[in-house]
């Protein structure tokens, strides 16, 4: 089963600045982002400790079992959210501490990243521009305290660059070429604006990030057709469409569908389909008549 859109959402998110403090033992429906900006704090993830110093940050990932213990004034920035979409997720909420059985409320939590996407982040890490990374956080928690519709559209516009950040950081190369149809999911829709256009298989290849002859092998196996016959079979179905649809003479259909003229027109037609483009509009009208 392929992996929900990523669309992070933030839920909660705040400047948390406090005394000496520990939260017990919970499991989360959501993702917590949280950036050591100051003091020093003890993160157990499933009874693996990690120590969190001033520059790191910690994510916990939905499900797992964790607690926090800081002995020391400390200020840490943090954010609920959700990286996946679901619509229900306004009915999810942060785990409190204490919360550690979730089971029923299984079609609420988000899935992990290492088994949607095959990325594996730590439970603490700098991030490879962690400048960039500590900006963008800072602001985005400051952006989400304002109730100002505007600031929090831009919190969450940081939310998902701060996931981009975590993504190129952490996903392996195979991760990041998306495999299946995820990657191809784009095809249909870019060929069926660009019919009239001439579309070469370096084009699209350029725009998957892959060389000709590997594109051409993926796409293949993706459609079941080489690319220039999946591109005739689309020039096909919409010249079939104008020609039901619309009172268009032959010539501009030709045009509209990315044919040189009406005999090609024709005799793409007539191969694909068994008659000519005139007859097709005739039995289609009569047949409707």
């Not at 679901?86 to 609420?108: H, I, K, M, W, Y």
Request: some cysteine; hydrophobic content about 40%.
């Amino acid at each position: 089963m392929s992996a929900p859109p990523i669309l992070p959402f933030i839920r909660e998110s705040e400047f948390a600045v406090r005394g000496p403090w520990s939260e017990g033992d919970r499991r989360l429906l959501d993702y917590l982002l949280v950036f050591m900006q100051s003091g020093r704090c003890t993160l157990t993830v499933e009874d693996a400790r990690c120590e969190l110093e001033p520059g790191d940050f910690a994510l916990v990932q939905p499900g797992e079992r964790h607690s926090f213990q800081a002995p020391v004034d400390t200020t840490t920035p943090y954010a609920h959210l959700d990286l996946f979409y679901n619509p229900r997720r306004d009915e999810s909420f942060p785990a409190r501490p204490g919360q550690v059985d979730l089971s029923e409320l299984a079609e609420l939590q988000q899935p992990r990243l290492d088994e949607a996407l095959g990325v594996s982040v730590p439970s603490s890490f700098r991030p490879r521009q962690a400048s960039r990374f500590e900006a963008v956080m800072l602001r985005m928690v400051g952006l989400w305290q304002s109730r100002d519709p505007v600031d929090q559209l831009e919190a969450q516009m940081l939310a998902t660059e701060l996931v981009v950040h975590l993504l190129r950081d952490f996903a392996p190369p195979r991760a990041r070429e998306w495999p299946g149809a995820e990657r191809f999911g784009w095809v249909t829709s870019y060929l069926s604006m660009r019919l009239a256009e001439p579309v070469s298989v370096d084009d699209l290849a350029r725009r998957a990030h892959l060389s000709p002859s590997h594109f051409a092998a993926e796409f293949r196996r993706q459609f079941g057709l080489p690319p220039h016959q999946y591109l005739m079979r689309l020039r096909i179905e919409h010249a079939q469409s104008l020609l039901t649809t619309t009172d268009a003479p032959l010539a501009e259909v030709a045009t509209l569908c990315g044919f040189a003229d009406t005999p090609h027109l024709t005799k793409a037609f007539r191969r694909a389909t068994g008659t000519t483009p005139a007859a097709y509009r005739r039995d289609r009208l009569e047949a409707a008549a």
